[in-house]
């Protein structure tokens, strides 16, 4: 999507309005904005007198009726601003710029919480609802040691390693923070189950985020789940596969992560537990690197267990893999995208986008809009 000037805060109950309407979603709520660029105007227009192909006449139709229904300052307020819920759309500063990643990153997405964990180091730990006891301690130890290192973590907020990833550090004292990423609506009333709406609390309080791309009210279905998993994905610099079916969810957004370049990491298990397959599978096949503790990931991410602050790397300093692709870089103004860089380098891709993502991290590169990546 392109970086245009974002809706003003006060068109933002009519983008709201549009978006509760049956029928609207990221792609008609893009082609709304790229025709008018204000949504109130938008919504103020009768559908009669939009272009003729802008919407189908059946979305067309159901705008129609809300519009003439809906009191939109009264939704807005009692389904986003009294639960105290940001949207955040693709054309503001607080976007999660890792979502451009996605073939169709969404439009906006609600939060409550804090935002600016967004755009910092994270980690998606993922896996089963059936968790066994050894997924519940390997969950616990790894998530807990990644956070105390100042990584986020990312859980789909389901029970199960969900639930464990989350559940493992929000009673201590860690640098990290959760980040919920949700297949329904963030407000407590669409929480699932209902025995989260309390953890969702303790998220909150602890300083952590609610996120969703779908609005307040909306249950989730297994119909939404798959959006939730490529959010989780898209904003990770990393996913972790604690246990999980060949055929599950989890490996779907495994899936997604190695589309994307994210590095995967995966635990081994039992040779007896069905829940092993799906991580077993990504090791054999060697997309993911066998977990054993959260040195791993922290390695990867070039993060530091003992301070909980991710470390800088300078230049000088930088060696192997790393010196290669800011040398590569710092030769070619313009930028490389990944494939240029396996072509240049004698490296896997597997390799090169591992250190693509800890040189991001450091701060000594960053991915445009397009996919290349440039010195900073």
């Not at 692709?325 to 072509?343: C, V």
Request: aromatic share 6%; charged share 15%.
């Amino acid at each position: 999507m392109a970086h245009l000037s974002a809706p003003l805060d006060s068109q933002k109950p009519f983008l709201y309005a549009f978006h509760t309407v049956r029928g609207i979603g990221s792609e008609a709520l893009a082609r709304i904005w790229a025709h008018f660029y204000d949504f109130k105007i938008a919504w103020e227009t009768p559908t009669a007198k939009w272009p003729p192909d802008l919407l189908s006449p059946t979305v067309k139709a159901a705008i129609a009726e809300k519009q003439s229904i809906i009191d939109v300052a009264q939704l807005y307020n009692k389904d986003v601003k009294t639960p105290d819920i940001t949207i955040i759309t693709c054309y503001e500063d607080t976007y999660p710029e890792r979502l451009r990643d996605l073939t169709s990153p969404p439009f906006l997405i609600y939060a409550r919480g804090d935002i600016s964990l967004l755009a910092e180091p994270s980690i998606a730990i993922v896996g089963t609802r059936k968790i066994t006891t050894y997924g519940i301690q390997a969950t616990t130890r790894l998530s807990h040691d990644v956070a105390a290192a100042g990584i986020h973590i990312i859980s789909g907020f389901a029970l199960g390693v969900d639930a464990a990833a989350h559940q493992s550090f929000l009673q201590t004292e860690v640098a990290g923070k959760a980040i919920a990423v949700l297949g329904g609506g963030v407000d407590d009333a669409s929480i699932t189950p209902r025995s989260h709406v309390s953890l969702a609390h303790t998220i909150l309080a602890r300083g952590g985020v609610i996120i969703s791309e779908y609005t307040p009210n909306t249950s989730p279905s297994r119909g939404t789940f798959p959006a939730r998993n490529h959010l989780m994905a898209a904003m990770s610099h990393g996913v972790l596969v604690i246990e999980g079916t060949r055929d599950s969810g989890t490996m779907i957004t495994a899936g997604v992560a190695q589309e994307l370049a994210r590095p995967l990491f995966a635990v081994p298990g039992s040779i007896f537990s069905p829940q092993s397959v799906g991580p077993h599978d990504l090791i054999s096949e060697h997309k993911a690197t066998i977990t054993l503790s959260a040195e791993t990931i922290l390695t990867t991410l070039n993060a530091s267990t003992e301070s909980g602050k991710k470390e800088h790397t300078k230049e000088h300093n930088l060696t192997g893999i790393n010196h290669a692709i800011y040398d590569a870089l710092s030769n070619t103004p313009e930028g490389l995208a990944i494939d240029q860089l396996i072509a240049i380098l004698s490296f896997s891709e597997s390799e090169i986008s591992t250190a693509l993502v800890m040189l991001e991290i450091d701060g000594m590169i960053k991915k445009t809009q397009g996919g290349i990546f440039i010195i900073i």
